[in-house]
Nanobody, 123 residues
Framework: QVQLVESGGGLVPAGGSLRLSCAASGRTFSLYVMAWFRQAPGKEREFVAAIRRSDGSTYYTDSVKGRFTISKDNAENTVYLQMNTLKPEDTAVYYC????????????????WGQGTQVTVSS
């Protein structure tokens, strides 16, 4: 099995920055792709960004392009999400996920999930 643990969430004013981390343990060799999703109150969980662990290829949803950067440290089995120029609409619980299909924005393609970390952006 795989365990994912997120950290780094918090309260930040609009225009500020946060860096989320996701530490993976267990059968990490099965994690071909790592991704971040988010879920705002009353809304469905949505895809944010993904990274392919083999070559670092990345994939973003349009609303975060140019503001968020996903990166990895394979030696540490850790994935990061650097979030800049944050907006109130970025407020959500952010989840780390692991799966096998790159370029997938579907939660169904990610069998492994962390517990989530809250990000709140004040206006």
């Amino acid at each position: 099995q795989v365990q994912l643990v997120e950290s780094g969430g918090g309260l930040v004013p609009a225009g500020g920055s946060l860096r989320l981390s996701c530490a993976a343990s267990g059968r990490t060799f099965s994690l071909y792709v790592m991704a971040w999703f988010r879920q705002a109150p009353g809304k469905e969980r949505e895809f944010v960004a993904a990274i392919r662990r083999s070559d670092g290829s990345t994939y973003y949803t349009d609303s975060v392009k140019g503001r968020f950067t996903i990166s990895k440290d394979n030696a540490e089995n850790t994935v990061y999400l650097q979030m800049n120029t944050l907006k109130p609409e970025d407020t959500a619980v952010y989840y780390c996920a692991g799966g096998s299909f790159f370029n997938s924005a579907s939660t169904y393609d990610y069998p492994y999930w962390g517990q989530g970390t809250q990000v709140t952006v004040s206006s």
